[in-house]
T-cell receptor, first 113, second 116 residues
Framework: DAKTTQPTSMDCAEGRAANLPCNHS???????VYWYRQIHSQGPQYIIH???NNETNEMASLIITEDRKSSTLILPHATLRDTAVYYC??????????????FGRGTQLTVWP | DADVTQTPRNRITKTGKRIMLECSQT?????MYWYRQDPGLGLRLIYY???????NKGEISDGYSVSRQAQAKFSLSLESAIPNQTALYFC???????????????FGPGTRLTVL
């Protein structure tokens, strides 16, 4: 699985958009980009995933560059409850190790009032 | 996620004791996982199970064993606990039939284990 690189920490004002970057320069053609978040010592929570196209759901938007070597998770209107560690993970959807997720250290996002 | 429960939520034990952490799920998922998390680090996979008859080692299985008693239950055991197994332990489940697929995992609330 491709490795990812994320900033250690970021902050954002409440109500503003939070843009969390992720580099995955060694991603292969069949690997998806997944984002999870973990709110202080709780179990991680799935946010969104994508392969090539930009994706949006009720929680966030995922922008993947055309060469797929990086992506950005966007929380359009950050709230204090979005303060969490955000993990960017690249995974093959199937394969012999399907279902295994490799979590790095993630980005600690702090939303301030 | 309330559909995945872990017991106990907190446990303090002594070196050399046998400990069992239990995980139950009502989501009907066939796949279950055990992770540990150390302070400031991401989660690391200990064991995973794709169905009742399937058990697989993860990244850090040494010192741990598991039992899949039923589709809904997956237990993690520390046969002889040691202090460096002090960590936060998470159970997770996933299902092949969801719209996201097997990489959407649903996590329990965690068990905080301290080995003295």
């Amino acid at each position: 699985d491709a490795k990812t690189t994320q900033p250690t920490s970021m902050d954002c004002a409440e109500g503003r958009a939070a843009n969390l970057p992720c580099n995955h320069s060694t991603i292969s053609g069949n690997e998806y980009v997944y984002w999870y978040r973990q709110i202080h010592s709780q179990g991680p929570q799935y946010i969104i995933h994508g392969l090539k196209n930009n994706e949006t759901n009720e929680m966030a938007s995922l922008i993947i560059t055309e060469d797929r070597k990086s992506s950005t998770l966007i929380l359009p209107h950050a709230t204090l409850r979005d303060t969490a560690v955000y993990y960017c993970i690249v995974r093959v959807e199937g394969g012999s190790t399907l279902g295994r997720l490799y979590f790095g250290r993630g980005t600690q996002l702090t939303v301030w009032p | 996620d309330a559909d995945v429960t872990q017991t106990p939520r907190n446990r303090i034990t002594k070196t050399g004791k046998r400990i069992m952490l239990e995980c139950s799920q009502t989501k009907g998922h066939d796949r279950m996982y055990w992770y540990r998390q150390d302070p400031g680090l991401g989660l690391r996979l200990i064991y995973y199970s794709f169905d009742v008859k399937d058990i697989n080692k993860g990244e850090i299985s040494d010192g741990y064993s598991v039992s899949r008693q039923a589709q809904a239950k997956f237990s993690l055991s520390l046969e002889s606990a040691i202090p460096n197994q002090t960590a936060l332990y998470f159970c997770a489940t996933s299902d092949t039939t969801g719209t996201v697929g097997i990489n959407e995992q649903f996590f329990g609330p965690g068990t905080r284990l301290t080995v003295l």
